[in-house]
């Protein structure tokens, strides 16, 4: 198995929790983070190595990487394992998948890349590579299928961690928040590259708003040692440290439950976001040169997944220069004050919600061991 990410590797841990109560003794091994090594999982290479984004910051670490995946290959090969699971990353991913199909290892795909939210040229390079896709979104399910891809839907792992109703009063006190003023999470994101664009818009945003109500409590979960260290290197370079914000490691569950509303990077967290029912401002900012490759790439309005899954702008999204701290706290300011739209979001949340729920585990879990079984080498 191969995990790119922080939330590839919660997504992955989900189907280990699966798998490995029915294959006990068998050796998982790739790619992969905390939540796979809980369930006995060994990790050939840092997965920190993999957590890159945008075009030419890939660039920039294009040969360690590329190492990493042809020295994996070249086990992998060797080893041929009873199945290759590739989780996101599918610049990683799906280069090694289709060399394994090539030489007969059944390749399975965990979360299929965005084809439904950018041009789907990329589904003929999946054909090539994928023997089954495992999808989180239901309707993602049909399109592997048209393009002859075998899939299952699985649900949302994510659907399953988060509760219907979150504990907001019980979060407040883990985190020693007020029970009485509100309070607001952002989110920049869990790589290096999002909190170098992404964070000081974000805390700036934070002080236009205490400007507006000086109740206002802010927490800022981040991903790691080293994202924390490093946001805040950010925000004293932009003077900002002044700006009263709890900044903590992980518990970005905790920090949704206790939120009134969010600031948060486009990706997995926004939607992590609706499953708790938040509501929420999506920004977005990446290197120039990168945003102006993907803006011309999308063929959908929005990037949000919660705006996608509803097929509408539920909330707003602010991308690149139009991200900037002013729009931004304009933005959530609404979200904080408009009641009526809170409970709207709410309910179009909670109904999404139960769309993406499924057992996950066991879904995927039969998935993976039908494939097995139907496989020359079974």
Do not use: C
């Not at 029912?277 to 999506?282: A, D, F, R, Y």
């Not at 909330?315 to 609404?334: G, N, S």
């Not at 009526?340 to 993976?368: C, G, I, K, N, P």
């Amino acid at each position: 198995m191969v995990a790119g990410e922080t939330s590839g590797d919660l997504l992955a841990g989900r189907l280990l929790s699966g798998l490995r109560p029915q294959l006990p003794d068998a050796l998982m091994h790739g790619i992969g983070g905390s939540h796979m090594a809980e369930h006995g999982f060994i990790s050939d290479f840092p997965m920190e190595k993999l957590s890159v984004r945008g075009l030419f910051e890939v660039l920039a670490h294009y040969r360690e990487i590329k190492g990493i995946q042809i020295a994996l290959r070249d086990q992998l090969l060797l080893e041929r394992p009873s199945v290759f699971i590739g989780v996101d990353a599918p610049d990683f991913n799906l280069g090694l998948e289709a060399e394994l199909k090539s030489a007969g290892i059944p390749t399975m795909h965990f979360i299929g890349p965005s084809i439904w939210a950018w041009r789907g040229g990329r589904i003929k390079k999946i054909a090539r590579a994928v023997s089954h896709m495992l999808v989180i979104f239901p309707f993602e399910e049909e399109i592997y299928r048209k393009a002859g891809i075998p899939a299952t839907y699985v649900g949302h792992p994510l659907a399953q961690v988060i509760p219907m109703v979150p504990d907001q009063a019980g979060a407040r006190v883990a985190l020693g928040l007020s029970a009485t003023a509100p309070v607001v999470s952002i989110l920049p994101g869990s790589r290096m590259s999002e909190l170098k664009y992404n964070a000081v818009a974000f805390v700036a945003a934070a002080k236009l708003l205490l400007q507006r109500d000086p109740t206002l409590q802010f927490v800022a979960p981040m991903a790691g040692d080293a994202q924390h260290r490093y946001f805040n290197e950010l925000i004293a370079q932009a003077g900002l440290q002044d700006v009263p914000i709890k900044v903590i490691d992980g518990q970005s569950h905790r920090a949704l439950a206790a939120a009134d509303a969010v600031l948060v990077a486009s990706g997995t967290a926004s939607l992590e976001v609706a499953l708790f029912k938040k509501p929420m401002v999506i920004a977005y900012k990446m290197m120039r040169a990168s945003w102006h490759v993907l803006r011309h790439m999308g063929y959908q309005p929005w990037i949000g997944l919660p705006n996608i899954l509803a097929q509408e702008f539920l909330v707003p999204e602010l991308l690149q220069d139009a991200a900037t701290p002013e729009a931004l706290a304009d933005a959530l300011w609404k979200q904080l004050q408009d009641g009526t739209h809170r409970e709207y979001l709410q309910r179009r949340f909670t109904e999404m919600h139960h769309t993406l729920l499924r057992d996950t585990a066991a879904e995927s879990a039969r998935a993976v061991l039908e494939l097995i079984a139907q496989s020359p080498r079974a």
